[in-house]
Every structure is written in structure tokens, then in C-alpha cells.
């Protein structure tokens, strides 16, 4: 896998989505992860499924993994 670069839009495969996170394959060893809130409407209901594929923007890396991505470049991103 090439390394990402931040603020980089990438398309990727929905491969498990959780309570509050979707796991996204990012061909490496480690998914990245997406807050379900990005997909969610405003009844928390998803549009999305797995398998899906998704355009998100790569927000940087957890330790050495890629790990934070989001789906819109107008939201101001938070990385904690």
C-alpha cells in the first residue's frame, strides 16, 4: 500500500460497520476507521452497507497505522 498522505480523498470498501464505527479496508494491515455519524441521516439511519464503496478524505495515522478518515471535506475535522 502507498502511504497516504493527509487531507488525501481515497475510495475504499466498507468491510464492518459497529455501534459508532465503520471499519474501511485500506489494503494494509489495519483498517481505517470513520465515525458512523459521517453516513448516519439525522435518525441515525445508514445508507450504506458493506461492501459498499465510499469516497473519504485520510486524516492521519494512530501510531503508524492509518486509522482516521472522513467523508466530507466541508465538516472540520477532529482527531483525538
Known amino acids: 500500500m502507498e502511504k497516504l498522505e493527509i487531507g488525501q480523498q481515497i475510495e475504499t470498501e466498507i468491510v464492518a460497520i459497529g455501534i459508532d464505527t465503520i471499519f474501511l479496508d485500506l ?18 439511519n445508514l445508507s450504506v452497507k458493506e461492501g ?26 477532529t482527531i483525538q
Open 27 to 44: 489494503n494494509a494491515k489495519s483498517e481505517g476507521v470513520l465515525s458512523r455519524a459521517e453516513l448516519a441521516d439525522e435518525n441515525g
Open 52 to 77: 459498499d464503496k465510499i469516497k473519504v478524505f485520510f486524516l492521519g495515522y494512530k501510531t503508524t497505522r492509518p486509522a482516521l478518515l472522513q467523508k466530507s471535506a466541508d465538516r472540520a475535522p
